[in-house]
């Protein structure tokens, strides 16, 4: 029984470590990361050799040289992962519980046929169909929720695959186990089936909310989108009516014009062309750029910020095409801009306006914005970001800011000086 014990254990660990390997996004190259496994891998069969074959007659150390090993193979997920958050440690968690189910099918055969060779296959079996399965099934699944950037942590996902783990491993494993009570071998097939449905329901549910959020901003960005053009769709339209009627009165003008150089009225000739080249600046329908998206959001931000006697100067320079998606870059410029007004609309003096460049080329991205601040600024310890000071349901715009900075491998710096508030964000491609 210890010979099947070892073995299936040394089983156990590897196919846990094939699992976090397939299911996890790696920081490091696949030989760092496949020697920190082989590490994992040497540390977790020591600890097997010395409470299964030498130290056999302690439970306390059973249970310490258990927790040792779990508390490694998990690090070694979050170690090996792109991103060490909640999600990385929910895979390393659920890695737990797909491969310990071997372990039981490794026991529950042994127990009902007495045959070692039908327990390991029996086990090998188990480990290899699970993995397949979760591979061709649920691994896109995975690591789009892993790589989706989500409003707030879900560490609270942990508990589904801890209390599993627990269970099974009190019904299983300690502090007794299935060939001391033979009469739990239902009870552990019927709580491994259920542990593989839930995860399945709870997998799709997070991608559907994930998807929900998604769609959400996208509608919003849309949403954005058609009111900037329909802003200048209406702007164009008076443009073209004012200047019809300047068109209209030229004639006026140029008879005044002649009138007044027949007499010699020089100054009130240059007060005429002034008013003229008035009128045609007031109805200049202004291009930020080249890009349609972009440029509709600029416009409606600039409207904004006329509308609230907020001078606002843009240094933009932006191409038709751009090196990163378009939706997401404008959503990105709204939200900054919008910020930066909000701050400015507050402050008591109107003097300072919003300074912001918009570069970006085939080199790099660059958002520059500096705007007055004079309230308290409070800064999120992990990400240095600004919180948001206007409640529940505010603030999603900068966590959309760098969700979009992380994704293209960015940087984001912000500080506030002398009640000048300044971010930015740079991107090299």
Known sequence: MIYVKNLSYMMTHIFFLVFVYLFTVHRYSKKKTLAICCLSFLFTTVMNQLKLNLVT???????????????????????????????????????????????IT?????????????????NLLSHVVILLVLYFKIRDMIFKFCERDLEKSRWEICLIPVFFYCSLSSIAFFPYTLYDHPENILVSIFLMITMLVSYVVVLRYLDSETKRTEDYWKNVMFESYIKGLESQNYLAEQSEHNLRILRHDMRHFSMMIDSLLDQKEY????????????????????????????????????????SLRIALHLDVLIPRQLPVNEYEFAMVLANLLENAVFSAKNASSSENPIDAKIHCTGAYLLIDIENDCEQEIHFDSITGLPKSRRGKGHGLGMQSVQAFCDKMGGTIDCYCENNRFRIILYVKF
């Open 106 to 122: 490794a026991s529950i055969l042994y127990i009902l046929t007495g045959s070692i060779g039908l327990a390991l296959a029996g």
């Open 267 to 306: 100054a009130e000739i240059k007060n005429i062309t002034g008013h003229i080249n008035e009128v045609v600046n007031e109805n200049k329908v202004n291009q930020y750029c080249e890009n349609l998206i972009v440029n509709t959001i600029l416009m409606k931000m600039a409207e904004q910020a006329k």
């Open 57 to 103: 007659e302690s439970p306390l150390f059973y249970f310490f040289a258990t927790i040792a090993q779990i508390t490694v193979a998990q690090f070694t997920g979050l170690l090996i992962s792109e991103k060490r958050d909640s999600r990385t440690l929910f895979v390393g968690l659920s890695a737990s519980n797909y491969v310990v189910t071997g372990s």
